[in-house]
């Protein structure tokens, strides 16, 4: 490629790239990096003969046909929960994992048989652990090796998380990709592990699923009000919005205290309902350092989807959050290269 064509793929992508990045604070370290990493990739895909989607490609249809069972500002996120939850929509494996759990008398053999009874999710499980994102020196072979290797707290969470996807399958496909929205899951779930692995004391496995089912407060939202979601998605369009403030001022609350009260009912570990459910807001979790690493991963994700078609804008991240993590800037571009390495691969895994 010539220096010209280059400069001038260099010259587009960042016209593009900033408009991501107008939300967040140009003078946080972190969010500076992201943006020379998201301009240099993007410019890579230009390169390779990728075409930025137009503004109409980026905009959410208008489906009125779509109806909602809750309206804003007339029902509260206590009212979307029980009508979730009521309707006990989790698979059986979920429950049976859960209710070993909860017994005084379980043993680790009493888990693995449980989650060994269901083979999708084994299948899935032992993918997982055995890729090279986990780093185990020798093949787990079945879910008692995982958990002897792994830990039973770990692979019961992971068991759980992944049994969650299933819950969110009659989404309208017109009102969001949901291969985009779990990609997006993934992806948050890999930045996440690995920027807690490079923090010293943090039990960095725990990270994936949280990564996993950061959104899930979405998820609801969009099952119960998805003609409220399309305005919302419109709404943060036109008003150049990370969807967060969005919600906050088209529904009167966040997906994550959605989120919060979804994974409370289903009996997720407390350290991760609370991490999951300040993401965006770290200086309020009980364990700050936990959440701001949340938060990281949630920007790294949307920052590495810009140069693929990625629509939303980056949440930013709080004051102090990034100032919490112990790595500096240039290390983030170590942890997007490991992400590349390990992404298509667990995804795959996974869904």
Not at 287 to 297: E, G, K, P
Request: proline share 4%.
């Amino acid at each position: 490629m010539s220096q010209n064509a280059l400069s001038e793929h260099m010259a587009l992508s960042e016209d593009y790239v900033r408009n991501f990045f107008t939300y967040a604070d140009p003078d946080n370290e972190a969010m500076l990096q992201l943006y020379r990493i998201a301009v240099y990739r993007t410019a890579q895909a230009l390169s390779a003969g990728w075409m930025m989607p137009d503004e109409g490609a980026r905009t959410a249809r208008n489906l009125e046909y779509l109806k909602d069972n809750f309206e804003p500002g007339q029902t509260s996120v206590q009212e979307i929960v029980t009508s979730e939850t009521q309707l006990a929509s989790f698979p059986d494996i979920y429950f049976r994992i859960r209710k070993v759990l909860d017994s005084p008398t379980s043993s680790a053999d009493d888990i693995s048989k449980e989650i060994s009874n269901d083979l999708g999710l084994t299948a899935k499980l032992l993918k997982l652990v055995n890729s090279p994102f986990y780093g185990l020196a020798h093949t787990v072979e079945d879910v008692s090796h995982a958990i002897a290797i792994v830990g039973v707290e770990e692979v019961s969470t992971l068991a759980l998380g992944m049994s969650a996807i299933n819950v969110f399958k009659d989404i309208p496909p017109e009102l969001i990709d949901m291969k985009a929205f779990w990609k997006h899951s993934v992806s948050c779930g890999v930045f996440a592990k690995l920027i807690a692995s490079k923090v010293e004391g943090m039990k960095a496995d725990k990270f994936f699923t949280a990564g996993l089912l950061h959104d899930v407060g979405r998820l609801i939202i969009f099952k119960k009000m998805p003609y409220a979601s399309v305005q919302l998605l419109l709404y943060s369009r036109e008003n150049q919005l990370p969807i967060v403030e969005s919600e906050e001022d088209h529904l009167g609350f966040e997906h994550t205290e959605v989120a919060k009260q979804l994974l409370t009912a289903w009996k997720f570990p407390a350290a991760m309902v609370d991490c999951l459910a300040h993401h965006h807001s770290p200086a309020q979790a009980e364990d700050q350092l936990a959440a701001s690493i949340l938060q990281l991963a949630d920007n790294m994700a949307n920052a590495m989807e810009i140069s693929s078609g990625g629509m939303y804008l980056l949440p930013g991240m709080d004051n102090g959050a990034w100032e919490r993590i112990p790595l500096k800037p240039e290390q983030l571009v170590e942890i997007v290269g490991l992400f590349d390495t390990h992404i298509e691969e667990l995804f795959k895994a996974i869904l």
